[in-house]
């Protein structure tokens, strides 16, 4: 199962080519990471990382580009789980433009799970972990 987002290609995030600058991307991964939170977990980011003291900071990211992206078009990013480990958790992320259902990236983001008292690695709590384990799609 993927969680599912639509966002729009917004002025602000294209170059002089007319096309999304590149790190836009990761700006639209994470934006579907914070709504796959709120809406596919039940669980909003920001009180996940408040109130729990839970940490997922970004210890690898990679991408591929397939196809531009415009002004206007309308995307969707789907988001799984590719890997679950002690401390650390592996997302896939497919950006596709919604009118043709065209891939146009694909990214893999790993997130190390930390206390945020702390900043130590710390194992994933066991009801976020089954959460996340609902989008579980292996490679």
Do not use: W
């Not at 999304?20 to 990761?26: A, D, L």
Request: hydrophobic share 40%; with cysteine.
């Amino acid at each position: 199962m993927r969680y599912k987002t639509t966002l729009l290609v917004r002025f602000g995030d294209i170059d002089h080519a007319g096309v999304v600058y590149y790190p836009r991307f990761f700006n639209y991964l994470h934006m579907a990471f914070e709504d796959f939170f709120r809406e596919g977990l039940g669980r909003p980011f920001h009180e996940v990382i408040d109130q729990r003291k839970i940490g997922f900071p970004i210890v690898h990211a990679e991408a591929d580009f397939m196809k531009v992206l415009k002004y206007g078009d309308r995307i969707r990013v789907e988001v799984y789980l590719v890997r679950a480990g002690r401390s650390s958790l592996t997302f896939g992320f497919d950006v596709l433009r919604e009118e043709e259902d065209t891939l146009c990236a694909r990214a893999r983001i790993t997130n190390a799970t930390i206390d945020r008292t702390t900043f130590r690695a710390a194992p994933c709590p066991e009801d976020l972990k089954a959460l996340f384990l609902r989008y579980y799609e292996p490679d």
